[in-house]
């Protein structure tokens, strides 16, 4: 890196400006490094079960191997998953990458809608997805390129008696699997029954590993390409930011967000691994009591989160109970950390939250505050190691540092592209810069703080929401004439989806409304308000200007 980078000067003194961006030949690599570095310690614990580094790297390769002799399915093909956080995730997902596929991402609580949608657009060819969900994919799959369906149950991989118990109660007791039929599907359990060696494939760092399925900062929903090579690279540059806070296969990792969230893939699934720790997955963070008492089980040492994860541990009352004094990093990402939460957080446990920020496009890891307590908040804190921000104006023209402006990125996290979509590629790059879509600016010590965005996204609880694609549902309501959708501030969720609606039914109700959107829609993207006008604000062409909705 040159001289001339004001964040350099506010580096730890630990921190390298630079990484080695081939330390790790593939995601595969990494794995492989901890396999023979902690093969007996456990890698992956969830419901009280664990497997060693050892069971992940075998199960894997049964995974690969199926993949590869059991299926019509060729190197580079796409691979789904659309699983929440349990053992059966990163086992497909190393076992994907070792058969030298694609793995797809998708959120588990997508409707058929918007299964329909993702998997004909990237072209996805098989599928593992748990049972609780398998109906939605019966309504679809006839629709989608998808053809080999695998499986999966809550207790699959807990044991015989374990994993009996908890599928009966999640199926006959709380009745969370709706009735489905797909008689060509395979169990996820009959795919790793055989440990098998997978054919070896040449995997390069500039190989694609995974599609993000995201809106981007243009609103329309599309893949993002991320290599062996951003992944590593985001891990490295992580570990060279907080590494020196741990100590090899010696740590606890909770892992409550999400790992089909990029967040938590890279810093809690492939960081973990790097680290040799001990990764404990929880499946439903939602159920805060039960999460509470899957802390106080052990001492942990780092945990990452969202605004309104943070939040909502703090406000219930089991959080006093539990032991912080091992906890060595606490990390915020995914939306903006708020104030009032990062001193109470503090407060209560005598840790401080780090907030770092990112995009799916960036890996997700762009920048990071500092880990030795100079970490400002309400800042992002400075760009992560061999990381460069820049800030351009509304033509595209770079602006001063500490002048606001949109913020760019440049680094070997940042994608090479959208999957087989140039023209939208093309919109968020300047040369080698990768437009965000926030505007911040940059203080004279190398701090950026967010000021606003340039897009209109929405984001719920840490969950990006694009008004067009919200729009259109709606627009296809019959009572419906007009609709226009933005962000409004919400204390529990941080923004909420607010719909503005012009009726061409005046009997349409907000209950109908609702409703509609809950056929068609994720819940967190359904309006959480709905207002009926007589017109909308627009443009003098006749666009729905969303800033003037009230």
Known sequence: MTIGYPWLKSYPKFVAHTIDENKYSSLIDILNRAVINYSVLPAIENMGKSITYKELDDYSDAFAWWLQNKTNLKPGDRVAIQLPNVMQFPVAVFGILKAGMIVVNVNPLYTAVEMK??????????????????????????????????????????????????????????????????????????????????????????????????????????????????????????????????????????????????????????????????????????????????????????????????????????????????????????????????????????????????????????????????????????????TIFKFFDDNGNEVPYGQAGEIGIKGPQVMPGYWERPDETAKVFNGDFFLTGDIGIMDEDGFTRIIDRKKEMVVVSGFNVFPNEIEKIIAEHPGVLEVGVRGVPDEKTTEAVSAFIVRRNPNVTEESIRAFCKEKLTPYKVPKHIHFREELPKSNVGKILRRLLE
Not at 146 to 163: C, F, P, Q, R
Not at 277 to 298: F, G, Q, S
Not at 348 to 376: C, F, Q, W
Request: glycine share 8%.
């Open 117 to 386: 949608h993702q998997f004909t657009d990237l072209n996805v060819k098989a599928l593992l997805i748990l049972e609780n969900f398998a109906s939605n994919l019966q309504k679809i799959q006839s629709e989608t390129p998808v053809e080999t369906v695998i499986i999966a149950s809550l207790g699959d991989m807990l044991g015989t008696i374990k994993g009996t118990i908890v599928n009966f109660v999640v199926r006959k007791i709380k009745k969370l699997v709706p009735s489905y039929s797909l008689p060509s599907s395979i169990k996820f359990n009959d795919t790793i029954r055989v440990i098998n060696k997978p054919e070896a494939r040449e995997i390069k760092l500039s190989d694609v590993a995974f599609l993000q399925y995201t809106g981007g900062t243009t609103g329309v929903p599309k893949g993002v390409t991320l290599t062996h090579g951003n992944i590593c690279a985001n891990m490295a540059q992580v570990d060279a930011w907080v590494g020196s806070l741990f100590t090899l296969g010696k740590e606890v990792v909770i892992t409550a967000l999400p790992m089909y969230h990029i967040f938590s893939l890279t810093a809690n699934c492939i960081l973990g691994i790097h680290l040799g720790a001990k990764n404990k997955l929880i499946t439903n963070p939602r159920d805060m009591k039960a999460y509470l008492k899957e802390l106080k089980k052990e001492k942990f040492s780092f945990i990452t989160g969202v605004n309104t994860l943070y939040n909502l541990m703090m406000n219930h009352p089991d959080f006093k109970t539990v032991d912080f004094s091992g906890l060595k990093l606490a990390l915020a990402g995914g939306m903006a950390l708020q104030d009032v939460v990062a001193k109470r957080w503090e407060e209560m446990t005598g840790k401080a939250i780090v907030e770092a920020y990112g995009l799916s496009e960036t890996s997700p890891g762009a920048s990071v505050n500092p880990v030795d307590g100079t970490h400002r908040i309400g800042t992002i804190g400075l760009p992560l190691s061999s």
